[in-house]
């Protein structure tokens, strides 16, 4: 069941990209003008086991705004988990290694994520008394560090005009204020570690 979910969400992104890259030469048309900037696809670093995202980019690529669909099956967790994560990413750095390589060494961000479900209230129920919990559970915000190769990969075969690696670390609010109250707290398990794939239109 994990991997048949694994395999529509693939299946989704490359649909996705199809739909959303096959026009790119037809940037007079208005539909274009507001088709995402990119895709991406994600493992781990915090906001799910697997995310497929879009976004856009801003101020000559510098600022990135993506959304996020996650997935945690019931495998790691007691029961599926769904949840949405909007992330802002600032790239500070930009190398130029070559006509088909670019190294995006300190790229800076901030996110949100809101995960679904009975248990993850983002209002305090009332069987709880006012004040009991300072910290939502059904939602939390972060910041994150990583870093990104871009390359001219599939754009010779495809519409998208390059791809992307990244890596990222990052820790929560929440996380971050467990640390500072309970120093035995091990500081590796507040960091949560990613990667995924970007393809650009």
Same mark, same amino acid.
């Not at 820790?171 to 467990?178: A, E, I, K, N």
């Given at each position: 069941?994990? @991997?048949?979910?694994? %395999?529509?969400?693939?299946?989704?992104? *490359?649909? *996705?990209?199809?739909?959303?890259?096959?026009?790119?030469?037809?940037?007079?048309?208005?539909?274009?003008?507001?088709?995402?900037?990119?895709?991406?696809?994600?493992?781990? /670093? #915090?906001?799910?086991?697997?995310?497929?995202?879009? /976004? $856009?980019?801003?101020?000559? !690529?510098?600022?990135?705004? !993506? %959304?996020? @669909?996650?997935?945690?099956? $019931?495998?790691?967790?007691?029961?599926?988990?769904?949840?949405?994560?909007?992330?802002?990413?600032?790239?500070? &750095?930009? $190398?130029?290694?070559?006509?088909?390589?670019?190294? %995006?060494?300190?790229?800076?961000?901030? *996110?949100?994520?809101?995960?679904? #479900?009975?248990?993850?209230?983002?209002?305090?129920?009332?069987?709880?008394?006012? /004040? @009991?919990?300072?910290? @939502?559970? /059904?939602?939390?915000?972060?910041?994150?560090?990583?870093?990104?190769?871009?390359?001219? &990969? &599939? !754009?010779?075969?495809?519409?998208?005009?390059g791809t992307a690696f990244y890596v990222r670390m990052g820790t929560r609010g929440l996380y971050v204020t467990s640390k500072a109250g309970n120093s035995?707290?091990? *500081?590796r398990d507040i960091l949560e570690f990613g990667f995924g794939i970007a393809i650009y239109r």
């Amino acid at each position: 069941m994990i @991997y048949k979910r694994f %395999l529509h969400i693939i299946l989704f992104v *490359f649909l *996705f990209t199809e739909l959303s890259f096959a026009n790119t030469t037809h940037k007079d048309t208005s539909l274009m003008r507001f088709a995402p900037d990119y895709i991406k696809l994600q493992f781990a /670093g #915090g906001i799910g086991f697997i995310s497929p995202g879009v /976004g $856009y980019s801003f101020f000559n !690529s510098k600022l990135d705004i !993506s %959304l996020f @669909y996650s997935y945690i099956p $019931y495998k790691f967790t007691v029961d599926d988990l769904h949840s949405i994560s909007l992330q802002l990413t600032g790239k500070l &750095l930009k $190398y130029k290694l070559n006509d088909n390589i670019q190294i %995006l060494p300190l790229n800076i961000g901030f *996110f949100t994520h809101h995960t679904f #479900g009975s248990e993850y209230w983002v209002r305090l129920p009332d069987n709880y008394p006012k /004040g @009991y919990y300072w910290w @939502y559970p /059904g939602i939390n915000a972060g910041v994150f560090l990583g870093g990104e190769i871009k390359t001219k &990969l &599939l !754009s010779s075969k495809t519409p998208a005009s390059g791809t992307a690696f990244y890596v990222r670390m990052g820790t929560r609010g929440l996380y971050v204020t467990s640390k500072a109250g309970n120093s035995s707290v091990p *500081f590796r398990d507040i960091l949560e570690f990613g990667f995924g794939i970007a393809i650009y239109r």
